[in-house]
Structure formats: structure tokens, C-alpha cells
């Protein structure tokens, strides 16, 4: 089994920053990838970034430019800084972690982006 903890998030304006991040414990396998989804209140939930072990990453559209993933494998922890912060970057942020064919949730934590 594999938990998934995040910390971070909160309230920001609209143009600040905040980051998230996420550690992992538990039956890890050295070749996974670690990421981030969110969802917003009535839409579905969608990838926002994600990093493989070997530091490839792979954003949204939505944020690129704006947002970066980075890792420390020897932590099993994931970080996600963003930037330049919108109020549609409103939601639930989900660390989620996927190795074999098994895919893993944090239980999420809030980024409210308001004035």
C-alpha cells in the first residue's frame, strides 16, 4: 500500500503564489510517476502536472509558464510551485502517484484564489 500526504495550499489573490507539496510512503517502486489533479466544484477532476522518477513532466495547458513540478526521490515527496495565480485555478488539489498499473490519491487540499 502507498499514502499520499499533501500540505500546503490556502487562500491567495489573484497574480500571488503558493505552493503544495506531497510525500509518499509505503511499498514504492523506483520507477513511478508523481502528480497533481484537481477539481473544481462541478467539473471533473484534471491533470495539472505530473514528473516521472527520471524528471520528465508533463503540464496542462492551462498552466503552463506558471506552475512547476519538481521532485526528491530520495524523499518520495513531489512539489508543485505555483505562480501567477487565477481565480480558475480555484479547486481541490490531488496528489496522486502511479506505479505498475496501480494509481494512488492524496486526500486533497484546497487552493482558493480570491480577492
Known amino acids: 500500500q502507498v499514502q499520499l500526504v499533501e500540505s500546503g495550499g490556502g487562500l491567495v489573490q489573484p497574480g500571488g503564489s503558493l505552493s503544495v507539496s506531497c510525500s509518499a510512503s509505503?511499498?514504492?517502486?523506483?520507477?513511478?510517476?508523481m502528480g497533481w489533479f484537481r477539481q473544481a466544484p462541478g467539473k471533473q477532476r484534471e491533470l495539472v502536472a505530473r514528473?516521472?522518477?527520471?524528471?520528465?513532466?508533463d503540464y496542462a495547458d492551462s498552466v503552463k509558464g506558471r506552475f512547476t513540478i519538481s521532485r526528491d526521490n530520495a524523499k518520495n515527496t513531489v512539489y508543485l510551485q505555483m505562480n501567477s495565480l487565477k481565480t480558475e485555478d480555484t479547486a481541490v488539489y490531488y496528489c496522486?502517484?502511479?506505479?505498475?498499473?496501480?494509481?494512488?490519491w492524496g486526500q486533497g487540499t484546497q487552493v482558493t484564489v480570491s480577492s
Open positions: 496522486n502517484l502511479e506505479q505498475r498499473v496501480t494509481s494512488y
Open positions: 509505503g511499498s514504492i517502486f523506483s520507477i513511478n510517476v
Open positions: 514528473i516521472t522518477t527520471r524528471g520528465n513532466t
